[in-house]
DNA sequence: CCCGATTCCTGTAGGC
DNA sequence: TGCCTACAGGAATCGG
């Protein structure tokens, strides 16, 4: 038994999140803690020490998720865990070999291990005793991409005399949350919206065809990261992560879909971006 | 407040 | 084949 949850070869976004959070919850919840062991806590922040103890012995009650962090909820507080660029889950049996970059390791039950892998290690695993919707990393935190607050006014208001990129507008968390840099452009070409356009130049209108764009695009995700989870099951293990077929992302110097225009690679906000020049405006 | 630049890190790809 | 460099990106932080 081994199955992996989350990013390998690709960025853990929203969607990817979301997945390993539907992957390992049936798998733990209602199960306690027996131990954990920080193999390396130098992660984006040093993971407590006191955080074997802490968990030691609580039963995880449900594994929750906001923007990009899962929320592991116990009685006595939440583990928050982010998986960065390169993080990812997997529950295996216990004492099975470490790979290299296994930094933390929480035993349930004697028999479920949780371990996160992560090369590049700017994830994080923090305890917090507080409602973690008021801990600094996530208090200032926009809505989810699903919530009906996230609409059209909503962005044109915010957005108000604002000169950034709209990419880098759309990727702000405080704006909303679980767009990362290669949905973004898919949103915003699906949309038909120039990426380096000005925020707070942009009609209510076409804010209302990025709401749509974005959800489209992470629904789409999301969905194919069902599909990847019978494939975890039925392949044991092997990764397969399907993303969303990208219409841009990557794809500089071939044709748009639009038949128009060839698609172009630009640098916004130190981040590669892509876009077809016809038929975004 | 807003926004651009910088920083963390390592696997991978490309040049020579 | 191997060495070197550039690049990738989430998000906190800093400075203007």
Redesign the pocket.
Known sequence: MAFHFGGR?A???LPEVETTRRGISPLLEGRRVSSVNVRNP?L??QIQTELPQRLAGLKLLIVERR???LLFRFDSGTLIV?????GSLRITEPRTCFK??DHVEIIFDTQFCLRLHD????G?VLWTEEPPQHH???R??GPEPWDKRFNGDYLHT??R?????VK??I????VV?????????EALHRAKVHPNR???QISNLRYNAIVVAVREVLKEAVDLGGTTLRDFVRSDGKPGYFRVQLRV??REGEPCTCANGIIR?V?I?????FYCPRCQR
């Open positions: 070869d960025v853990p976004e130098n984006r922040q923007a990009k962090y982010h998986l960065g660029m390169s290299k970059h090369p590049r290690r700017f994080l600094p990393l996530l200032h935190l915010v957005a005399r604002r000169r950034a990129a880098n507008f990727m702000n968390n405080r949350v679980g767009v990362g840099n290669i949905y973004a452009s000005a925020a707070g992302y990557g690679q640098v906000g130190q981040r590669s971006s």
